[in-house]
């Protein structure tokens, strides 16, 4: 089953304007290391931290939003999932949790999913919980489930290239026509709509 849920948002990203970002982990977060399982491999990328710590100051929400199909190959558990989530948030060193909410999609691409990127049920989902407008949330991420999940979500959709596993994207990238930003900090930055009001 998939595990989608609700973490209470830091004191300071409460306002009256609602903006949302979904945030892919692996490879947009911290290092991709195919079917990571152990904490002590969590690599944070460049620019990360100072990237969320600049975004919940403008009051932006943070959602975090990963497929695990390790889970349902049967590599690991959620349980260490969980547990590399931890040490991600750990390294991050921004309070109990950055994220209003975190989603798990444990199935593989050849199973019935629920939650699994590209489908936007978990985006459509929390805006409406979060009563955020589209226009007011973007997806971003390094592959493509993640651009197809934001738009099939209708939302704004951004690509990260930090990762060296990356560059094999490029190709797909290109034809979604999605915007490509060296790290998750020259994204947020370059984004007028995220900036404080
Ligand atoms: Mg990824």
């Given at each position: 089953m998939p595990?989608?849920?609700?973490?209470?948002?830091?004191?300071?990203?409460?306002?009256t304007t609602v903006r949302a970002v979904f945030l892919d982990r692996d490879g947009t977060l911290i290092e991709h290391k195919p079917y990571l399982r152990d904490p002590a491999d969590v690599a944070l990328l460049p620019g990360?931290?100072?990237?969320?710590?600049?975004?919940?100051?403008?009051?932006?929400?943070?959602?975090?939003?990963?497929?695990q199909s390790g889970v349902g190959r049967g590599l690991f558990t959620m349980d260490d999932v969980?547990?590399?989530?931890?040490?991600?948030?750990?390294?991050?060193?921004?309070?109990?949790?950055?994220?209003?909410?975190?989603c798990i999609?444990?199935?593989?691409?050849?199973?019935?999913?629920?939650?699994?990127?590209?489908?936007?049920?978990?985006?459509?989902?929390m805006l409406a919980?979060?009563?955020?407008?589209?226009?007011s949330a973007w997806m971003v991420g390094d592959s493509p489930v993640d651009w197809e999940a934001g738009l099939n979500a209708g939302i704004r959709t951004a690509a990260v290239v930090a990762d060296p596993l990356a560059a094999q994207h490029e190709e797909r990238r290109a034809a979604l026509g999605v915007p490509a930003h060296a790290t998750l900090l020259a994204w947020l930055r370059s984004c007028d709509q995220c900036r404080s009001e």
């Amino acid at each position: 089953m998939p595990y989608c849920a609700d973490a209470p948002s830091p004191a300071r990203a409460r306002t009256t304007t609602v903006r949302a970002v979904f945030l892919d982990r692996d490879g947009t977060l911290i290092e991709h290391k195919p079917y990571l399982r152990d904490p002590a491999d969590v690599a944070l990328l460049p620019g990360v931290r100072e990237a969320l710590a600049e975004a919940l100051d403008r009051a932006v929400k943070l959602f975090l939003f990963t497929n695990q199909s390790g889970v349902g190959r049967g590599l690991f558990t959620m349980d260490d999932v969980h547990a590399v989530n931890r040490r991600m948030i750990d390294l991050l060193g921004l309070g109990a949790s950055p994220f209003a909410a975190i989603c798990i999609a444990p199935e593989t691409p050849f199973e019935p999913s629920a939650y699994r990127k590209p489908s936007p049920r978990f985006i459509h989902e929390m805006l409406a919980a979060h009563a955020i407008d589209k226009e007011s949330a973007w997806m971003v991420g390094d592959s493509p489930v993640d651009w197809e999940a934001g738009l099939n979500a209708g939302i704004r959709t951004a690509a990260v290239v930090a990762d060296p596993l990356a560059a094999q994207h490029e190709e797909r990238r290109a034809a979604l026509g999605v915007p490509a930003h060296a790290t998750l900090l020259a994204w947020l930055r370059s984004c007028d709509q995220c900036r404080s009001e």
